[in-house]
């Protein structure tokens, strides 16, 4: 005879898939002590394959938005004084030409 889920542990298994925390999901299944419940109802295998699809999903989307927008751009190099050497160099330009301009003026 095959044991099916209770109505807890389904009610457990629809808060997770909602984006519920697995102790958020046991407190609203009803579960007298949510951490340790979470913690068994994680290691059932049939719960775990209840939301194995889920996880699978988002992997795939992750996988399609990494597609679509390319990867994270990478991070300027900040130097001393938190100024990215392009900033450092577009600074020392513009005091080159406001040197040159308060040398003609003088």
């Not at 992750?62 to 900040?78: L, S």
Request: charged content about 25%.
């Amino acid at each position: 005879m095959k044991r099916r889920l209770t109505d807890r542990q389904r009610a457990f298994i629809i808060a997770v898939n909602r984006g519920r925390s697995q102790t958020a999901a046991a407190r609203l299944a009803g579960y007298s002590c949510p951490p340790q419940a979470a913690w068994r109802l994680m290691q059932h295998p049939k719960i775990q394959a209840k939301l194995q699809p889920v996880r699978i999903d988002l992997q795939q989307a992750m996988r399609m938005m990494r597609q679509a927008y390319g990867p994270k751009p990478k991070p300027k190099k900040v130097g001393a004084g938190g100024v990215s050497s392009n900033a450092r160099q577009e600074l020392a330009q513009l005091e080159r030409e406001l040197t040159k301009l308060i040398g003609r003026t003088k």
